[in-house]
């Protein structure tokens, strides 16, 4: 489950201010909370039996190593903090597909999963972050990654489930109760034993 100091080093080297890792605070406190990241290396705490992956990074940060996924009090922190807590998931490596394409709707950026420079520019970034973690199972988040992954991920264990700001369509609410029941479906369904605990917020 831990990783090497060396392998920590060069994943922040890599995409401290871009990717970072499903450790949240306590259900007693804010989501986007960053304690988890002041403790003692860090690096033995880690998972990296698992990697979740979004698409791109709604925007731009260059302050706060790892902050991305924790950096408002939206449904992505949230959410992410309640599928992962207390679960096989807690502290595993979130990150994107595209590297440094900021935009805060992804589905304009669906188009761009064929296009070669931008492929070109993230594809060996995230594979050397999957050979660092020694090629984790991926969960991918919402369509837009499937259709990248179905082209380019084509040798890692893949899991779609939805993206965590998917809010339900005509004919359903999508609360957070049955986001983290429908998350854990479809990881169930691969063989993923869901927490015993269950929904918590």
């Not at 890599?14 to 970072?20: E, Q």
């Not at 979004?54 to 309640?82: D, Q, Y």
């Not at 005509?170 to 034993?193: A, F, R």
Request: proline share 3%; hydrophobic share 35%.
């Amino acid at each position: 489950m831990a990783i090497e100091k060396k392998v920590y080093d060069e994943l922040f080297d890599l995409s401290k201010y871009d990717a970072s890792w499903a450790l949240y605070p306590e259900f007693d406190q804010k989501p986007d909370g960053m304690t988890e990241f002041q403790q003692n290396k860090l690096w033995q705490v880690i998972n990296n039996q698992y990697m979740i992956l979004a698409l791109n990074p709604g925007k731009k940060i260059e302050k706060i190593p790892w902050v991305n996924f924790h950096s408002n009090v939206g449904t992505g922190a949230r959410r992410l903090r309640e599928v992962t807590k207390h679960s096989v998931l807690e502290g595993c490596y979130i990150t994107d597909v595209y590297k440094k394409i900021y935009n805060a709707h992804s589905t304009k950026l669906q188009r761009f999963e064929t296009t070669r420079d931008k492929v070109t520019a993230s594809l060996p970034i995230l594979e050397r972050e999957l050979e660092l973690l020694h090629n984790p199972t991926i969960i991918g988040l919402g369509d837009g990654v499937e259709k990248f992954a179905k082209r380019y991920l084509t040798k890692y264990r893949y899991i779609k489930v939805f993206h965590y700001s998917y809010l339900g369509g005509k004919d359903i609410h999508m609360t957070d109760e049955k986001y983290y029941n429908q998350w854990w479906q479809n990881l169930e369904n691969s063989g993923i034993t869901r927490p015993s605990a269950g929904f918590q917020h």
